[in-house]
């Protein structure tokens, strides 16, 4: 091998070296970050779902479909006509209830995102929750991508007088609440994308995870979600997750 050829090569071996080196120091910095935002969306979705059931205009109707609901999905903000790429239009969080139990798991990481969401009427964002009243509305949730309205039907919530009644005949498999600037909206969220953000997942608990692995199986916890899983259960019935300490022993 001549000078000029080892020297190449010592080139390419440093900087293939100095690369490998930079994406270990940078990888664990970037799932932090994300780790932190993570976390910082479950305590806006707790905000947000409290703020929503203490509404005098949809608190009463939507309080009801929770209390018999199968898992709720809350968007603590979702950008007017944001298409989905990346992290725009709106991330969420998913929670479920336990068929035999009742207990309430979760979070799983989401974003909702739609080429012309129809937002336009009082502001530039929104926020949403939605209710998942069948075991169809929640496999369609579960998926890593799905489109509302296609994989599960969808029906706006009713609000002001009446409401609560008018809640108990809904058969739909979802039902969204949106609300815009602090005024109930009224937007149907059909045919908006819900695909899940596995790096949120992976970052938030420290591994791979599937919704499925999150919300079915139950094999993974994280503490940080407890004010927002009580929240819920308060409403909904049930109970937080009791697997957290076995789940964390893994």
């Known amino acids: 091998m001549t000078r000029i050829t080892q020297y190449a090569w010592t080139r390419v071996v440093s900087g293939a070296a100095a690369f490998v080196l930079l994406s270990l120091l940078v990888?664990?910095?970037a799932w932090a970050d994300q780790a932190q935002d993570a976390r910082q969306l479950v305590e806006k979705a707790r905000l947000t779902f409290e703020s929503f059931q203490a509404d005098p205009h949809m608190g009463p109707s939507l309080n009801g479909l929770v209390r018999r609901a199968k898992g709720v999905m809350i968007f603590p903000q979702v950008l007017r006509g944001a298409f989905f790429l990346g992290a725009a239009g709106g991330n969420g969080v998913f929670l479920a209830r336990a068929r035999e139990s009742g207990v309430w798991s979760g979070p799983a990481f989401y974003t909702l995102g739609q080429a012309s969401?129809?937002?336009q009427a009082g502001g530039d964002a929104a926020e949403a929750v939605v209710v998942a009243l069948t075991d169809r509305g929640v496999q369609a949730l579960l998926r890593t991508s799905a489109k509302l309205g296609a994989n599960?039907?969808?029906a706006v919530g009713p609000v002001g007088i009446g409401a609560e009644a008018a809640s108990a005949?809904?058969?739909a498999d979802l039902v969204s609440y949106t609300r815009n600037k602090g005024l109930y909206a009224g937007v149907s969220i059909?045919?908006?994308a819900v695909v899940a953000r596995d790096e949120w997942n992976r970052s938030y608990y420290g591994k791979a995870v599937t919704p499925a692995d999150i919300?079915?199986?139950r094999d993974v916890?994280?503490?940080?979600s407890a004010e927002l899983i009580a929240a819920v259960a308060r409403v909904g019935g049930g109970s937080a997750s009791a697997h957290g300490a076995a789940a964390q022993a893994k």
């Open 190 to 192: 059909e045919g908006a």
């Open 221 to 224: 916890s994280n503490p940080d």
């Open 152 to 154: 599960a039907s969808v």
């Open 117 to 119: 969401f129809g937002f």
């Open 27 to 29: 990888a664990p910095l």
């Open 169 to 171: 005949n809904l058969s």
């Open 215 to 217: 919300l079915i199986q």
